[in-house]
């Protein structure tokens, strides 16, 4: 029985492991083009990219890792049901019991680590994201700006544009600055500026110097002229910045269960390891392909599977962000709708023709 354990674990780790370098490497890769484009426009150095890629595998890696083993799980079966080696083995005395143990070696490691990602070190990798991505504004502000360029934020609501920049005084000149309120428009145009950070409340801000401010309606003649010799502008903060105070980086173990939100998080990460384990049982029950469909005949069928898994999960932590009384009840009905799902595929699917 060793030598048919190290057989199809073998395989079964050989296909996740292909499997899974596959979607990270797409997930990355899409992801550090996004990052590329941001810091050409100015919000990053370059010099920080890796940082901030490396800080978010952790949440590729604990989505990536369920998907990975249930389709391993799916085509590794799949093929041996194909090639008629599960036919074979069941023959010789094995039993779907025995094979689904065996698959144990590679399952509950994996789904420990899942676990572990989303409990402790994703919620670490976040916060510590976000946080150098605050750093990384403040202090190589002046190494992301990019003179004669256009920066926009807040989906193009604000946009600035500096003429010139001088590192070494840490002073920007010819400063214009637009930003859409509502209805109206605020423009102002500066000679020059000066980045500080506030130290009692950690605020950045942009002391500009001898110009001019404009408020009004575009569309009347209702502007307001301000004519400053020195006026600070606070920078706001960007969608990474304020990661800072969402339940995503809160350690798991000062989430609270009474909060909504966090009540929602907490039942997020305890689901992906359950979702690892389940998922993969749900694999092993879809695996068994119909007479001459070939060993990914179940592939499709058994993504949909998966993915409807996955949109449950989703859809029940929407639900418990804003429903009180679902904070206990969390996502336990999916799981046990699932793995009583397994239960009868396996049993079905493994039944003797």
């Known amino acids: 029985m060793g030598v048919?354990?190290?057989?199809?674990?073998?395989?079964?780790?050989?296909?996740?492991?292909?499997?899974?370098?596959?979607?990270?490497?797409?997930?990355?890769?899409?992801?550090?083009?996004?990052?590329?484009?941001?810091?050409?426009?100015?919000?990053?150095?370059?010099?920080?990219?890796?940082?901030?890629?490396?800080?978010?595998?952790p949440t590729f890696v604990q989505l990536i890792v369920p998907f990975s083993i249930f389709l391993a799980i799916t085509v590794t079966f799949?093929?041996?049901?194909?090639?008629?080696?599960?036919?074979?083995?069941?023959?010789?005395?094995?039993?779907?019991?025995?094979?689904?143990?065996?698959?144990?070696?590679?399952?509950?490691?994996?789904?420990?680590?899942?676990?572990?990602?989303?409990?402790?070190?994703?919620?670490?990798?976040?916060k510590l994201l976000s946080e150098m991505a605050s750093?990384?504004?403040v202090i190589t502000e002046f190494d992301a700006?990019?003179?004669?360029?256009?920066?926009?934020?807040?989906?193009?609501?604000?946009?600035?544009?500096?003429?010139?920049?001088?590192?070494?005084?840490?002073?920007?000149?010819?400063?214009?600055?637009?930003?859409?309120?509502?209805n109206r428009v605020v423009s102002i145009w500066a000679d020059k500026g000066r980045y500080f950070v506030d130290a009692d409340t950690g605020n950045r801000y942009l002391m500009l110097e001898n110009g001019v401010r404009?408020?009004?309606?575009?569309?009347?003649?209702?502007?307001q002229v301000i004519r400053?010799?020195?006026?600070a502008q606070k920078i706001e903060l960007g969608e990474s910045e304020r990661l800072v105070n969402e339940p995503s980086v809160v350690p798991t173990g000062e989430l609270r269960l009474t909060v909504n939100a966090e009540a929602a998080e907490w039942h997020w990460r305890v689901a992906l390891p359950i979702l690892t384990f389940v998922g993969a049982m749900?694999?092993?029950?879809?695996?068994?392909?119909?007479?001459?469909?070939?060993?990914?005949?179940?592939?499709?069928?058994?993504?949909?599977?998966?993915?409807?898994?996955?949109v449950l999960l989703v859809f029940g932590k929407s639900l418990i962000e804003g429903t009180a009384s679902l904070?206990?009840?969390?996502?336990?009905?999916?799981?046990?709708?699932?793995a009583l799902t397994a239960w009868v595929l396996i049993r079905k699917s493994y039944r003797p023709v």
């Not at 010139?164 to 859409?180: A, K, T």
């Open 4 to 57: 048919l354990t190290r057989y199809i674990t073998r395989e079964l780790i050989i296909v996740f492991l292909l499997v899974f370098l596959l979607l990270v490497c797409i997930g990355l890769g899409g992801r550090f083009v996004s990052l590329l484009q941001d810091a050409a426009g100015g919000r990053y150095s370059i010099e920080a990219l890796w940082w901030l890629i490396g800080l978010r595998i």
């Open 78 to 126: 799949g093929r041996l049901h194909a090639d008629q080696e599960f036919v074979t083995l069941t023959s010789g005395g094995v039993t779907p019991s025995q094979m689904l143990a065996w698959q144990q070696w590679v399952l509950i490691p994996l789904a420990v680590m899942v676990g572990l990602f989303s409990m402790q070190i994703t919620p670490a990798a976040l």
């Open 135 to 137: 750093n990384q504004r």
């Open 145 to 182: 700006i990019i003179p004669g360029t256009f920066r926009s934020f807040s989906k193009d609501a604000r946009v600035s544009y500096v003429e010139d920049v001088d590192r070494g005084e840490q002073e920007v000149s010819g400063v214009f600055m637009n930003e859409i309120r509502g």
């Open 214 to 223: 404009y408020e009004g309606h575009p569309t009347k003649h209702d502007y």
């Open 228 to 231: 400053f010799e020195k006026l």
């Open 282 to 310: 749900c694999g092993f029950g879809i695996a068994r392909v119909p007479p001459r469909s070939g060993r990914f005949g179940r592939v499709i069928p058994g993504l949909g599977l998966f993915v409807l898994y996955y």
């Open 327 to 338: 904070q206990i009840v969390g996502l336990w009905p999916v799981h046990g709708l699932m």
